[in-house]
C-alpha cells in the first residue's frame, strides 16, 4: 500500500500562481483557476489547490477551519474536540460542485470558530498560538481528520485532481476575494490524499510552493525544538513553520525573515554596508538551520498580502506582474499574460529576492 | 558606587550578582583606582579573578568561590571567610584572608602568596607549581583538611596549626599524596600513617628555617602574634621521594 | 643477550645485495634498531628495537630495507591471541601498566563505514561545486533563541564567535606530546586555511601567540601554563574534561620530555613529570562546570566562547545537555577511537562508546531539550577522511576536530610509539635531532593541502545532495541511509536504513 504524505516524505514539483489587488477589492475565482490552467502540464493530477483571502467577510474575526474527514466517525470524535476547545458560530458542509473528474472526495466541512474563553485563559496563551496548537494536535492526533485552513477571513480549498478541476468542485468562481493564490501538483509518489495537496496553511498563512529542497530535515529538526510537529513531512509545510516562527513569534521584519530563508552568499557581504553586513552575519548564523536550500518558488499569503521568493540559487521560475492595483505572481509568465494582457510592468524574479504584495497601509505582512 | 578621591572607591556589594560586582571592580580598576573596598560581600564569585596590576582590593563580608582565581598581581584582603577554590591558578599576588577558607585552595597555583588566619578545608595546595623564580606560598594559622598538597609539584605550604578544631589533628590523611616537587613546613608532629606514600620526612636546615622566618614574619604582620614562639616549636619538612613518582609504572605494549 | 619469552615484532629485513653501508639507517633510527659494527665493517641490525614506523625504508638511498610482521606465530587459538600471550609476558617481567600510543587499533564498528550519503536525480538538482557558489563557513558559540531586530538594525550583538572557513580544526595536542615544529606547522595551516588549532594542555609556546587569531587555548586540570595572557592569547578557551582515548584518566607527561622549552610553556621545572590528575579538582559536580566555565569567562570578560570537552561515555547525552547548561558554548565529544600521545592500553581499548552513536545521541537529546540550536558541537575520535566530515555534520556536529589525520599529513607512520619520545617523523618527540626533521613550512604545506583537499572532496558531497551551504546539511539526517546496521543502531543514529 502506497504511504500518505505525513507516512513518508513525497517530494515533488509544481506549478503556482498569486493575483492580488492592494487596494482590497474582491474579485471573483474566475482568473485564478484560468491562471493556473494554462500550467496544466506543470501538474500531474494528484494535487491542486487555492487559497483566497477576504472571501467571509460575515465572520471577518472567526477562525474558519476548513475540514476534512475520511468518515463520520471522524469528524464525530474531531468535534468532541472542537466543542471542548472552540465555540462554534456556525458549521457545515462546504458547498461543491459534483464532477466528472474528482472523485474520492472526503468529507468537507467548514466550521467559524472563536477559542473558548476558559479555555484560553487557562492555556495562557494568546488566540493566535491557542489555535495554531489545537490545529497542530488534531493533524497529528486525530487520525481521518485533517485540518486544510485554520485562519481568519480566509480558506483553503484543495484536493486530488487538475488545479482547474479542483476549483470548479469547490465553486470558486462564487467567492470573492482580495487575495487567490494557486498551485498545481506534481507529486513523484502520492495515494492521493486531499490533506497532501496544497495550498499548506497555518492560521491566516498559507503556502504554495514548486521544488523540492535539500535542506530539509535540518530545517524540520530545528523547527521541532520550537514546538512545530512536522506531521505532513513536506517541505511546504517546513517553511510555512519557518515563516511563521520568524515572521509572528520572534516578530522579524519580513526582509529579515526573506535574509534568513533565502540568505545572500558570504561573497556578498563584501559589497554591504556594514550595519547590513553586521545584521545579515547575524542572521546567518543564528538562524542558519533554517536557511533552505535547494529549488523553491513559494508565495506565502496572509491576510495583510503576500511574499513570493524564490531559492537564491534561482533554481526554480518566477515571474512578477502589476497592472494598477494588481500584482501577479506565476511560475511562468504565460499565466499572468492569460488573465491580464497588458501589464504596465512584467518582471522575472531574481533567486532570493522577494516580490512584496501589501494591502493599501499595511508595511508588515 | 562612591568615589571618595581619585585612588579610593568604595563599593556596596549587597544585592549584586557578580557579574555586575566584577564589572563595577573592573571599572574602577580601569579608572585608576589604586584601592577598591568592596563592602557587604556575601557569596559573589570570581572578584579578582582574572585581573592584573598592582592595585589593593578589600573584600568585607563572606568572599565568594574562585576569588583571585587567574589573578596576576593585586594584593586582595578578606574580613571574612572565604570559600572554596580561593587562588585557583593564581599567577601572582598576594591574598590575605582574616578568617578561614573552604577547599581547594590554591588549586594549580603558581606564584604569589595566600595567608589564611584560620584553618582551610579539604585539598589545599593541591597541585601547587614552581616554576624559575616563580615559587608560589601558602600560609595557614590553623589546621588543614585531607589531601593536604596533593601532586604538589612545587612551592612553599607552611602549616602552623595554631587555631582549629578541637581534638582534629593538624591534618588531615594522604598528605601530599603524589607530591613530586616543593616542600611543605607543618608545625608540631604529623602521623606517619596520614603521609602520602610519595613524600619523606627530613630534617629542617638552616635556609630552611631562613624561609619559615620570614613567611612567618610576614603571617604575623597581617594577623598580630609572636613570631618567635611559633618558631619556637618544632617543624616537620616534608619533601617528595622524586621527581618521577611514576617512572616505572608504564610498559610500551 | 637476555632471554625474552617473546619474539621480536618486526623483522627488518635487509637486502645485502643492494645495501652500500651508507650508515644513513642508523642515523635516522632514533630507536638504535640499525648499528654500524666495526668489525665487520657493516651495517646490522635489532629486530627487537624496531616499532615499524618505515623512517629507515623511505631514507635508504639504496632501497634495501623492507620491515615485515615477524612471522612466527602462536599454535591457533581463538581465544588466547598472540597479543594477549605477549602482554602477560610482558606484565609478568615488568609488574607495569600496559601504555600504548594512538587510538585503539581494535576492530570495533566503525559507523562511518555503515552510512550512505544522498544524491540528488531528477526530484531536484545537484549543484556543481567548481562553478556555482559553495559555502562552508561555520559559527562556533552561543546562539540567541532569537534575533531581535529595532529599527532595520540588531538589537543587541551576538555572543563571541569563531568563524570558520571550512568545519575542520586540528584538536588538542599538547606542546611535550607533539614537538614545538608540529604545532607551529597546524598553527600556519590553521591559519591559512581559516580555521583553528587547539593548543591541548601544555601551554601555548611564545613563538605561536602570533597565531592568536587561529587558537584554541585549553585549559586541563593540570593547568599548565594557564595565566591571563595566556586566557587572552586565544580566540577560544576550552576547558578538557576528558579524552576519548582514555575517559577518566588523568596525564602524565614523562620528564624525559619536558626540556627547556616545554618547561618554559608549560610553567613547570625541566626534567619534572608534568601530571594531570583524572580529574579537575575544582569540578566535582555539574554546578562547579559552570563555577569554571564563567571564572573563564569573567577572566576574559565575555569576549571568548567557552568549549568544553568531554570523552563519549555511556551517559553521554545528559552529560552534554548538563554542560550546555552550565554555559558551555561549544561542546566538544571525542570519541573512543581517538587518538592520544600515551593512554594505558586497557583503558584505550575498552573504555567509551563510538563517536557516532555518541554525536547521535547528543545532537538528538538536545533537540528534545530544545537547547540544540543554543549551543555548537564539536566531534572527534577518527575522522579519516572527507566523507567522514560529511556524515558526522549530516548526524549533527556543527565541525570537526582532526588529530591522528593532521599528524599522518605531516609524516606520522601511526607507529603507536608516540609516548617513547623517539619518533622518527620529528612528530611526537622534543629531541632536537629529531624534532628538524619536520620543517614547519612544509609541515604547513602539508596540512593546509590536507584541508584544502577535504574542502572541496565536501563540496563535491554538498553539491551532489543538492546543497549549496554546509549548515543545510547539519542535522539533515535524511541525508543518510544505514547499511548492515541493526534495528537498535539505526534508531540511536537516527537514521532510515538503505532502500528505505
Redesign the interface.
Known sequence: MLLREGQI?I???CAISGIMNRDGEVFSGHDIIRSIALMHDRSNGLGGGFAAYGIYPDYPEHYALHMFFEDDQSREATEVFFNNHFDIEVGGKIPTRKTVKITNAPLIWRYFVLPKENKLVESGLGADEYMARCVMRINSEYPGAFVASSGKNMGAFKGVGYPEEIGEFYKLDTYKGYLWTAHGRFP?NTPGWWGGAHPFTLLDWSIVHN?????????R??L????YRCSLQTDTEAITYAFDLLLR??G??L??AVTALA?P???ALARMDD?QK??VK????????L?????FSIILGSRKGFVALNDR?K?RSLVAAEKGAFIYVASEESAIREVCAAPDKVWSVGGGEPVIGLLKGVDQL | MTISNASAVAINAQGLYYKELNEKIRAALAAGAATVRVHSVNGQRYIGTGLSGNASLIVEGTAGNDLGAYMNGLTVTVYGNGQDGIANTMNAGTIVIHGSTGDTLGYAMRDGEVYVEGSVGFRVGIHMKEYQEKVPVLVIGGKAGSFFGEYMAGGILILLGLSGREGHPIVGDFCGTGMHGGVMYIRGNVEEHQLGKEVKVVELDEQDREVLGKYVGRYVGHFGGDAGEILDAPFVKLIPFNKRPYGNLYVGV | MSFHYTTPDFIVDRDERRCTQCQICVRQCANEVHRWHERGRKVVHDDRKCVNCHRCVLTCPADALTIRKFPNEYRANANWTDHYIDSIYKQAATGSVLLSGMGTDKPYPIYWDHLLLNASQVTNPSIDPLREPMELKTFLGRKPDALSINDGKLAEALPPQLELDLPIMFGAMSFGAVSLNTMTSLARAAERMGTYFCTGEGGLHRDLYQYGAHTITQVASGRFGVHPEYLEAGAAIEIKIGQGAKPGIGGHLPGEKVGMDVSLTRMIPEGSDAISPAPHHDIYSIEDLRQLIYSLKEATEYRKPVAVKIAAVHNIAAIASGAARAGADIIVIDGFRGGTGAAPLRTRDSVGIPIELALAAVDQRLRDESIRHQVSLVVAGTIRCSSDVVKAIALGADACYIGTAALIALGCHVCQNCYSGKCNWGIATQRPELTERLDPDVGAGLAANLLKAWAHEIKDMLGGMGINALESLRGNRLMLRGIGLSEKELEILGVKHAGE
Do not use: C
Request: avoid cysteine; charged fraction near 15%.
Open positions: 516524505r517530494p515533488s514539483g513523484t521544488g523540492e529542497i535539500s535542506s530539509y530535515d535540518a530545517n529538526r530545528y521541532e525544538m520550537f514546538g513569534k520572534h522579524l521584519p526582509h529579515v540568505a552568499f558570504w561573497s550595519q553586521a545584521l547575524a542572521v546567518r548564523t543564528v538562524y542558519s538551520s536557511l533552505i536550500n535547494g529549488p540559487l533554481l
